[in-house]
């Protein structure tokens, strides 16, 4: 260590190629910069020792690295706030031609890299490093033992694909779908609630409805039955569920699937009555146990 220490930055610079080349390419970009010089106190005549004056342009140029990265990051900035905020910043969707699916496949997992999507087809990948792209993942992930489905309508045929954050998006998409191995390519739009305009409407409570079920809410649930008590409604107008009730109450033999954006599972109307993948539950963590093409699906 302590040798590492009294070591001279000529010898530092000499031993280490990687450090050199980055010295000398950080120099270079600096000759085509404009940029003033920072400090002016430094008399430029007093005589440096060698070591010194390596320092000192290294101080310098840091110096001058400092203001560079700060205008990058502002342009930087403003190009991420130029682009259209209705698309999902660094991603595009694209759909590979079926039959050279294979090909693509095959050429990503031999070319590619860690951080650099690469396939090994020209026109592919030129645009994949025009726009810095990272990686392409599929939308619909392999579903195991459901695979087929995905097959069968095509599923498996779409990617995203990750670039720079500051591309703009809509020509990403418009340079992927030009590839002759892609179908179509588009921007991944943005997803968002328009609450402009809308207002909170106050909700009349019902009179209490005799039955034999102890969920509180009943009478606000005038879909289930309506005896035509609360204001505006019309008796009548439900679906007679309380006669239902009287044939059956339920019976737990019985799934119901709810497609819907999700549930709540600690609901107290649910908590107590959700179906249960043991295969998962009791499966090792991380796993897809039982093959569904889902890790810990335990409520699906």
């Known amino acids: 260590m302590k040798e590492r220490e009294n070591e001279s930055v000529d010898n530092w610079l000499s031993r280490s190629a990687s450090q050199r080349k980055a010295l000398r390419s950080m120099l270079n970009m600096l000759k085509s910069k404009e940029l003033p010089e920072i400090d002016s106190d430094l008399d430029q005549n007093q005589p440096i020792p060698n070591k010194n004056k390596i320092m000192n342009k290294i101080t310098h140029l840091f110096k001058k690295l400092g203001i560079l990265t700060v205008l990058f990051w502002i342009v930087g900035s403003l190009n991420v706030l130029a682009q259209n905020p209705d698309f999902v910043p660094g991603k595009v969707r694209i759909k590979i ?10 050429g990503m997992k031999q070319s590619s890299t860690d951080g ?8 592919f990948d030129k645009v994949s490093e025009k726009y810095a792209a990272s990686k392409m ?3 619909f992930p392999d579903a195991g033992k459901n695979e087929f489905k995905h097959v069968k309508h095509g599923l498996l045929l779409w ?6 954050n500051e591309a703009d998006i809509a020509s990403v998409a418009q340079e992927y779908g030009g590839v002759e191995y892609v ?16 207002s909170v409407v106050e909700r009349p409570t019902a009179a209490a409805l005799e039955t034999t079920t102890n969920d509180p809410y009943l009478a606000d649930q005038w879909h289930l039955s309506n005896d035509g008590s609360l204001e505006g409604s019309v008796a009548g107008s439900d ?3 309380p006669k239902a009730w009287d044939i059956s109450m339920g019976n737990s033999n019985v799934i119901v699937a709810v497609v819907d954006g999700g549930i709540d599972t600690d609901h107290e109307d649910l908590k107590d009555n959700m179906w249960i993948n043991t295969a998962e ?6 796993v897809d146990d039982d093959g569904n093409g889902y890790i810990d699906d335990i409520w699906i």
């Open 97 to 106: 031609k079926a039959n050279q699916l294979e090909t693509v496949v095959k």
């Open 116 to 123: 650099q999507l690469k396939t090994g087809l020209q026109s």
């Open 137 to 139: 993942v599929r939308v």
């Open 159 to 164: 990617y995203e694909v990750e670039v720079q």
């Open 183 to 198: 179908e179509l390519a588009e921007p991944i739009r943005q997803k968002s609630l328009n609450y402009s305009g809308s």
């Open 239 to 241: 679906i007679n569920a």
């Open 281 to 286: 539950l009791n499966g090792t963590p991380g």
